[in-house]
């Protein structure tokens, strides 16, 4: 078992001062942390893996493929792998959970 606090998963990427901090990679998949401060860009392009996202907090929209949608605390959204998407006007600095299947290799 491996346990992880969000608090303290949190705090190690801020040490780090990146807005993506991996912390888990188990081989079949992985986990990370991604925090886009307001009024911020995400610049990501689209991953060789599938994807979810889980919104712990902030408030933005994302677009994938085209399609808007808000997302908020709570908000869960999956992106197939080579897919296009960003979050958009980020209102309230969004902190999200990134699972990846398989795990992600960030080049």
Do not use: C
């Amino acid at each position: 078992m491996e346990y992880f606090d969000l608090a303290t998963v949190e705090a190690e990427r801020q040490r780090i001062n990146d807005a993506y901090f991996q912390f888990l990679n188990a081989g079949s998949m992985s986990l990370a942390v991604y925090v886009l401060p307001a009024n911020g860009d995400d610049t990501q392009q689209p991953h060789a893996e599938d994807e979810i996202y889980y919104v712990v907090s902030g408030r933005a929209t994302i677009q994938v493929a085209g399609e808007v949608r808000p997302v908020a605390p709570g908000s869960i959204v999956f992106v197939g792998k080579a897919v296009e998407h960003r979050f958009l006007d980020i209102t309230e600095t969004l902190t999200m959970l990134v699972f990846f299947a398989p795990e992600h290799r960030r080049d």
